[in-house]
Every structure is written in structure tokens, then in C-alpha cells.
């Protein structure tokens, strides 16, 4: 092998900039020629596709986003585009994908291998950190650290007014922002996928510390759980006082890579790399308890994304 | 005189906090005693009313919110309730205060200084940059850099996944906030109340660039003009794109203040004790052109607030 | 007049950027060609010249430094190469030009104008805030707001540890930075030029709010007093406390522009085009008690950088 | 066992707030009365012990530094003043001790707990990250983010005046920080006491770059090595380019703890409570490739603290 495109592919994750600026260098040391494909999927069927030198990705490591953009594209599913991408492949004599994305993508892609037989490698990246079998997605810390700035900044209005207020993150199926940033904010009520909830319970808990002079609550609530108006008139009639809404929107998506996100890119980015040169061909990196390693995209498709038993259990007294 | 006693009112803005500890300081270095009311007007009412020293304010000027607390009283246009806050005041000796709020916290105690003769100064906060007679309200600069990043953040995905933004800010009847966030992050649409907007020029002009090449729109939006679900469904349609609204809300009050908010606080809060020093009794604080003066409340309330023609005539090429 | 040609100069400050990008949409707005000038004088002198669309300051408003770079350049004392530089102007067609710099890049331009009659407009740019016959210079109130959050964190420590830290900022002959965020971040010193220091006074001050309990002091020094290391040993031993100096260096230079920095980098930059359309030859952009005018190169020369009274009469009790 | 006392020791570090909240908190749940010792072993010889509320922490998971504040104390070397320690500790009827600092703290409560039986806890809490037997102390990430944000700043500075930068940040033994800044920066040399450097080929490096048309290089340094001066003029003179030095200083000690500070003084506490309840006497919760366990202090210090094998890999080419 001697060739390798990178793309970045589905919703876009702060640290996509550091794996590529990473991935690269990692490919020109190891004795690989590097291109770039623009756009995603949509620029592979397109043929904008770059090869790459050092200079077009030497300042990026502190963008957020990514500058090979990405898109969602529903040509791919047909053979004739996929069939189309693989010849603009085959013309720069491209023989190898790190693709850094979401478990869309990387099915995408692993119907590609099947067709085409161009390996690749999949950089697991998404805010949600809800792709199976890692416990680490590029792009979560970033996101925590940006809900963290936008929490704060409520807390002082909220205290300062002696008002409630919800917080409504990311997250569709998967509760990990929610809870971590729940937990990291030290906020009074958690609602998330994972997290049962007793509404009576946290009523109860919250009423006494009313009564006993506390002035501020505050609620994070995944937005998957559809919650968020709900507990905001909840809070306004339990406890008594103007409760408000704020739902973070696309500002978590964004922000300047934060340095485990760039850490991780780097250590991501090795790993797909090495993950080609050592032959497989349809491989995920995996980052878990510490260790690096590597799934197939069949054990990803089988597994289901778990939260840390820590988590949880740290967790547990914000929804009851 | 001998005694003022300091308090926050109305929507809370950073820059109060910083404000709260100058005039402390000041009015001590002035050989006036300073008092701190807490919860605003219903604090006046209920007697929360303290001696303060150095101290209780010596670590507050990087926070944002305020130490204080705020309220809404709707006792105080009550007469009783009044004058059971000028037993309070009374019974503690303090013959003065300085009030850091808006417009309606200014016209509660210009009642209560026709009632009980009890001289204020007026310290005009909030982010809304709302209250006529004045270039400057407390609070402005931190509100707008708070939406600077957001709108810097949300610009990295945008431009990743080829998308139209809206981003709605806060401001009533004025679009202050609106436009000269817009501005500052180079948004392509701004919708204000003191802008006429033709959308079918917005359409024409926009449209071009996307012909040419442009990936990213932005608009940024004055909540008071209801126009955030409407604009954001008419980019959809008309640019044929992915349209996505972030609504910032409460985010907006919070967060350290910035140096602009710090240092006018101090200059606010010098002109307010100077105020009462001088012997006026029901005189605002403000800024014009670079200039402190004093305007009664009766000069306030028969005024409107204005854009600066400047600012107004940078943001014409944003609505049409 | 037909074009413009947009350049920096000098020590770089954030606010250049959003100046470049206003001046070369406002001067297409106004019917110019607008070129921009890479490398400073030396890309003048080098021909590093190039005609500039609203695609190539896309996508810079928000960044700082500056996207044209910039350098000193001794060989524009000599007037072969500054008729090479003209020849290149020439060549390009290129007819009048914008300075974004202090006032050694105004008066290398002015120069320049003399000698070939190539008119041009300054813009102020410096951290320092210390060209004269302006209140307001570019990257002014971004370096305040880098510092103050240097400040606050250092703080964080200072109280967990009760130690007095003396934090050096930039300022060669002006005081400004150090001032502002003396103030701005309620320092107990302040040594700057312009402050006429008392350090037995200083020193009982201090003795005597050590002794009621207060564990933590700082103080801030303007780097052209060189100070930084002799107050940090005085401190130690005047308050028997543990004491560190922190430089703050070139942190200051950089950072994402504030939004007042983006607003008067607009402003700026429409006043700059205006200046040129309005046939003036070598006048400077000025920005005085929120009024905006044109002081020809040779006033501003011959002036000398004032700091603000209230500026001052709020810092006087930091040296004394 | 029925009661515990949390307190911080030596050199401060964000995420001791978060930890001091959730050590309250959790001990509250399992059925403990917790105590705050403030100032460290100083307050701990001079019995400024008090019983603990939520209350008392309620508003602190945001804030740098630490409350309780921290000092070093040479009394505790003393038999005598130790006694007088344990004597406070039984009046108030305290049994346990959670410390949350560095490994000369941990033995120091060791000595305490030979003495009188007093089982302790250690929470391990430093920027340096150079406790042995954990991969994580409290404090380093966000000590990193803080550099980060440093570095990029200066980024732009240096890439606007083509100039090398070199950056020196804490570390006196232990390389950590270095490295992981240089990486997350993308700094083009790393000198830190871990890794053998190379400057002739460092320099044959740079020079083809600087040849190739590159414009600005960066340097991050671990003060420790004393080598911030030397590679400062070094750059210079092997690159013949401007050259500057920033020493970070106590900027990098200070800042709101981030997310996984947070989230790790969370798994901290619970840990250090549990250990108590688990009958440990002198133990260290540490952290290792994502589990979490006890090591008693003898084993802590006798062990050295070690890099892990990826930063190591991944930095080697930033020293030759």
C-alpha cells in the first residue's frame, strides 16, 4: 500500500482538524503519499480529492470543525456513484480511506470495501459518544467544555434571580453528555435515555432545599427525551419560582479542539494508519479503558453503545 | 450625608457586581457609611439591609450576575410596602441610595423619593442597551462577547456542513444586541426593530453568492422581532439549503465581565456617589460621547433610546 | 480614484484582521479596485501585491494577528526602494493606500507620499494605545481582556495560597495597559509611567489590611517602568509574604478579537476609504470622545499621547 | 468510623474545589459528619477545623484554586505540633482525614497516622502530573487547556511576524506538560527531562522548512530543564529569525477546573470516602488505564512517576 485519502464523513465533532492534520504527517513518515477528499462521501463520488503536503494542514489543529467539510449523501447507496468514486480513486492510484466520522459512515464505507476492495479505516467521531465499542469519541470533551462555559454563565443569572433553569444538550438515544455535564455542573436534576427517573422523588428532595433557603436549581435534560418543556413547567409549579428554558443548539458542535480532543486525534490517527499498514481492511479504532485497538465494523454494528458503570453511578441521585 | 445604601434591580447584567464593589469603596473613601440591600426591592421592603465593609465585596469583580440578588416587587407600588422600606432605612440611618438597574427599578424609587424624600442615583444596567439618554448601559460589552463566541462557534459547523444559521439574541424593542453582534461576526442578515428589511433583496443578493460559490450564511436575530422560526424556514427555501436556529437565551446575561464592563462599572459608580454628593436627588448616571453627565428620571422617561447613527448606517447593507 | 491597496504595519493587534476585511468590502462598495499588501513594507518594496475579492477576507474576522503579515523593513529608509515599491503600484495601477500600523509605518508612508504623491490613510493599531490625537487604537481592548483573564487565573492561586504576585504587562512609555487592568482587575498597586509612585505609602497600606487579614495582594506594572522584579522582591519583604513575578509577554498580542475591536476595526476601516474618496493625502483615522475625525500625519507627530483624566483619578490610589 | 475531615495541601491545582464538594457530599450520604480543614497542615496544627454543610460548598465546582486554602508547613515536622494536631482532631471528634494534594503531603499524614492512628486518604492533585502509580492528577487538564489557550495566542503573533517562539511551562522533573502542549499545539520542538534531544538535528530539520518557505516555528519547554534561554537565542541564531521567550508562570496553576477535572474530582472523592469506609489506614486513590484503585503510600513512594508509552512515541520527533 502506498496511498491514503482521508475524508470526514456525518455531523461534524471538534478534533476532525488535529486527525487529519495528524494523519498526514503520520502517512508521509511511514512512506505513504496522502489526499485529501473534500466534502465527504459527496466529494469521493465527485472526485475532489487532493493529494496533500504538510502545508495544507499546518495550521488547523485549533480549528473547530473540519476543512475537508462533510455532508450527508444518499448517492452513495447506489453502486452506479459508489462505482463512480472508486474509479476517481483508481485514476490518482488512491489505495486506502481513513474515514473519521460516525457508524453511518463507516457502514458506507464498508459496503465500498466489499465492492471495491479499498480498505480503510474508521476514526470513530460524533459529540453523542454513542458509537459501540469505544469508550471515546473525538469531539466529546470539546462539546463537554462548551455546554460547562454555557452552564456556568446561566448559574449566575440564575442566582442571582432566584430562578429554575433547564438545560437542554445533544444527545439523541445516548445520555452521556447530558450526564457528564450534569455532573461536572453540579446540577440538581438529570434527565437522560439511560437514567430512570422518579419526578415525586426529585419533587420531594428539591422542596426541602427550598425551604431550607436555596435560591437556584438547575436540570440538564437530553434533548432525545424530549423533556425539556415539560420538567421547565414541572419546576415552575414544584418548587415555585420562574424556571427557564435554554436549549444549547449547534454552539456545542463548535469551539476550538480542547487538548484531550487533540491528544486523542493524534493517538486516533496512528492508529488508523497503522491500522492499514498492518492489513486490515475494514477496521474501527477503539479506544478503551486506556488501550487502543481495533474493532470490525461488524462488531461495532452488533455491539451497543454502553455508558461507564461510573457514570451511572455517579449520576444516580440526579434523577430521583 | 452620611450613609448610601447600594442595590441591583431589575434584569441582572454583568458589570453589577464590579459596580456594587467601586461604590462600596468610593463612598467609603467619599467618608459616606455604605449599606448593601439584598433582593432588590422586596429586600428594601423586607429590611434586608446590611452594613457592608471592604471586605464583603473584596473578591467580586471577575463574576458575573450579581451578589445582591435582584427581584420584581410588585408590593412596592403599594404604599404601605414603601413605607415600611423607609422604616427600615430609616431605623438604620441610611439617608441615601444607589440603584444599578433599568428604567423601571428608577421610576419605583423616584415614587419613593417623592414620598419619603430619600435621594438615589441611577447606575443604568442591562444588556439590552435599552435605556434612553445614555450611549451606555452596564452590562452591553460582556452580553455581546458572550454572543461573539457563541456565533464564532456555531460559524465552525456551519461552514463544515455547508448550512444557514440563525442565531436569535436577545433585545425587545431594541435591536442594539442584534446589530452590533451581526457586525462583529460578520453575519450576512440582520433582522432588528430599527431595520426596514426587504427579504426579496436579502434573497437576490444571497442567491448570487451561493451561485459563486459561498458555502455559509449566518443571520442574527432580535428576539423582539418574532422573525427567528420565519427566517430561518425562508433561508431554507430560498437558498436551498439546511436552515438551523440557535436560540442563545440566558446564556446571554452571564459570564465574568469584560474589561470595558469592569471599568465603566467603576466609572458609574464614581458619577452615582458624586451624584449624591452634589446634592441631586433623582438623577441617572450617563455616558455620552465619552462624557458623564446626569439626566432626572423625568428626562429619562420622556426620552427614547437610540441607535448610534453610526452603527445604524454599518448595518444598512444587512437588511436588504 | 480608481483603487486602494490595504496593508499592515508594525507591532500586529488584533482588530487588524476584521480592519482588512471591512476596508476591502467597503472599498468595493464604494466603486474601488482594493489590493491587498502582504509582508508589510517589505512585500511594498518586494511586489508582494494582489488584487483581493471578498472571498479572500472571508473568513478572517475572527482571527488574530493579521492575514497579511507583517515586518519591519529598514530598507524603505532608502529611496531606491521605496521607488521600487512605487513601481509596483504602478505597475498594478494601484493609486492610494491603506496603513494599518503605529505611527513609525504613518511616517515611513508619509514619505513615501511626498515622494511620489501616492495618498494614504492610517489606520491606529497598537496594543499600547499610545499614538497620540486618538483615544482608541486597534487591539486595545482585545489585550485587556487576555490580560484580565491572566489576572483572574493568577488569582485563583494567589488567594489558595496567600501570596502577593506582581503581573508585568506591555507598555513601553504609556501606561494604559497596566491602568485599564490594574483597574479592571482590582489590582492593589499600579506602577505606570505616568503614575507618580509612593512606596512607603504603598507599603503602609498594604501593612496595615495584611494585618486585618487579607492573604492575597497583586500588582500590576507597565513593562518600560522596569519594575516588575524589584517590586516583587519589596513586596516579599515588605509583607512578609511570599510573592512571584509573572510576565505576560506575547500572550498579549494574540487572541481572538473582541467585539469592540471588530466594531472599530469597521469603523475604522469606513473612515479610512472615506478619507482617501474624501481626497485628504495623509491623514490618520481618529477616534476621540466617540466622535470620529482626521488629524494629518504631522499633528499627530507632533502631539504626545494623553491618558484619559478620569483614567488616571480612578488609578491614583494604586501608587500611593 | 463516623466522621472525616477534608483538607488541601501544597501546591494548588484546579479540580481541588470540585473534589472538597463531592468529598462533602458523598460523606453525607454514607452516614459521615465531614469537617473542612482550612489552610492545610498549618490550619490542621492550629485547629481551624469546622463541621461541613452543603451549604458551605454549594457554589464552589467552578472556581480555581482552593477554598480551603493550602500552605507548607515545617511544624508538622514536629512531633509537639503534630500532637497538637490530633488533639484539635479529637476534641471535634474528627476520625479520618482526606487530603488532597501532592506526595510530600501524603507523608506527612503518614507520619500522622503512625503517631495517633488517624487513617487518612490521599487524593493526588498536582499540574505536573508526576505523582507515581496514577495516570492522572487533578489539575493537569486543566492546566493544559490553560497553555493551550496560551500558546494559540501567541500563534498568532508569530505567524503574523514570521518569528520562532519558545514557551516555558511548570515541570520541574516531569515532562508531561511539555509534552502534551507541544502535541496538542503542534509546537515544532519539545525539550522536556524525558526526552534526548538532538538540536544539530533539530536544526537541519527546522533550516529545510524555513528554506521550503515556513514562516513561524514554536518551542515548548519544561522549566525544568533550565533550557528556556539557551534555545531562545539558539533559534535565532540557527533559523536567523526573531526569537522570543514566554514563560507562562502561575497563569498556568489558576482557571475554571474543565470538564474532566470535574468529572475526575467527582470519581476522586467517592473514591477517597470509600477507602476510609473500606478500613484502608494511609492509601492513595489512583487511577490507571481507566480503573481505578489504592496504593498505600510506602508503595507510592517508592515508585517513580512514568510517561506513557504513546506520549512518549508521539513526541520523539519534536526533539531531533
Redesign the interface.
Known sequence: MKSVAIM?SG??A?G?N?AI?CAVEYSI?KGLRPYLVYDGLKGLIDGNIHAASVIDT??I??????IL???RSKRFFDYEYRKQAYEHLQRLGVESLIVIGGDGSFAALQQFYKDFKVPFAGIPATIDNDIPCT?YCLGV?TA?????Q?V???????????RA?VIEVMGRDCGYLAM??A????ADICIAPELPYDLDAIGERLRKRRVAG??YFSAVVAEGTGMGEYLTRWMSDTLNMDA????????Q????P???D??MA??FA?AAVDSLLAGHKDHICVY?????GYKTIDEVKSSKAKLGA??LS?CQ?LSK
Open positions: 470526514t455531523g461534524d471538534a476532525m488535529p492534520k513518515q499546518a495550521d489543529i485549533h480549528r473547530g470543525g473540519t467539510r462533510s455532508s469508550d470533551d463537554l467544555n462548551v455546554i460547562r454555557s456556568d454563565s446561566i448559574r449566575d443569572t440564575g442566582q442571582s434571580f432566584s433553569f457528564a455535564s455532573l461536572a455542573c453540579s436555596e435560591r427557564r428554558l435554554t436549549t444549547l443548539g449547534h454552539v458542535r463548535g469551539g476550538s480542547t487538548v484531550r487533540r491528544v493524534n493517538e496512528v478503551n479503558y486506556g488501550n487502543w461510573n457514570l455517579l441521585g
